[in-house]
């Protein structure tokens, strides 16, 4: 079991936040099957599988961008020159995984909603690096953006947790200085 932790600790600490990505490789849709799979099993506690997937290759990048962008202009959000970086930034990686949420009525369960759609986004960004690829993960200008839930497939009242960028890497990221961890313990 050790062996397991350990292994599973130098997993989690490799991972990087990069945009040092091959924009001409493509992704395996196989490859991100398998991500989308393993994001289904991050912790879900009434079973609601809140996540949803999206995925934007080849032109599809572009056309992600500018329908956000025109979110953002309906939106009256950012003005021209953060709308005109948001039309070709989806291009930095060749493939784009928008992972969306559902609401939920109960306020409570609506929260739980958002933790299990990033706790899925953490396995799959795990699963990225195990297979080799760097991975940035992006929040969206808007998280309700209607035509970029439209293009998606979402419904309406959906939420847009992250913009996941998936490729293979052509440089690593050193590892940012993390603070001394504080862990307040209470016996009695």
């Known amino acids: ?44 506690h009434k079973k609601t599988w809140p996540w949803k997937f999206a995925e934007f290759t080849d032109a599809g990048r572009a056309r992600l961008g500018e329908t956000m962008a025109g979110d953002m202009v309906d939106a009256e959000f950012g003005d021209d020159t953060k709308r005109d ?25 609506h929260q739980e909603n958002r933790d299990a759609v990033a706790a899925a986004i953490q396995n799959v960004l795990l699963g ?18 209607p035509q970029v839930l439209q293009l998606c497939g979402f419904e309406q009242e959906d939420r847009v947790i992250g913009v996941l960028y998936l490729g293979w890497p ?19």
């Open 1 to 44: 079991m050790e062996h397991d932790f350990d292994s599973f600790a130098a997993l989690a600490r490799s991972r990087r936040t990069s945009l040092l990505i091959d924009r001409e490789r493509p992704v395996n849709a196989a490859i991100i099957d398998k991500l989308c799979a393993l994001a289904a099993w991050a912790p879900n």
């Open 85 to 109: 970086k948001t039309r070709t930034k989806y291009m930095r990686a060749p493939s784009i995984l928008v992972v969306g949420c559902e609401p939920h009525t109960n306020e409570m369960l």
């Open 128 to 145: 990225a690096t195990a297979l080799g690829l760097a991975s940035f993960w992006s929040t969206p200008a808007l998280t309700r953006p």
């Open 170 to 188: 052509v440089g690593e990221c050193s590892a940012p200085e993390r603070p001394v961890l504080s862990i307040t313990r209470v016996s009695s």
